[in-house]
């Protein structure tokens, strides 16, 4: 059963207390799927890499394609997602 968006949020700040942690970004599915079985707490989503994996440059993703990115990424990984876009 995936997490809530709440239990996620409370990961998330809790990461934030310990002090330091490494967040990479997940460029689409399959990257979020192998960083998280690396054993990271977090991920974030990256908006040049999102838009490169599209064929487009930085900056001219439209706000739905942004929007399904990070559902599809959401949906793959049962881990905090801090959202660039």
């Known amino acids: 059963m995936p997490i ?8 998330f700040r809790r990461l934030h207390e310990h002090g330091l942690f490494i967040m990479p970004n997940a460029w689409d599915i399959g990257s979020a799927r192998i960083l998280a079985s ?5 991920l974030a989503t990256t908006s040049l890499g999102h838009a490169a994996a599209l064929g487009k440059l930085d900056l001219t ?6 929007l399904d990115h990070v559902e599809a990424l959401a949906s793959a990984v049962d881990l905090p997602l801090n959202v660039d876009a």
Not at 61 to 66: A, I, K, L
């Open 38 to 42: 690396m054993g990271f707490e977090a």
């Open 4 to 11: 809530s968006a709440g239990e996620r949020r409370e990961r």
């Open 61 to 66: 993703v439209t706000r739905e394609e942004m």
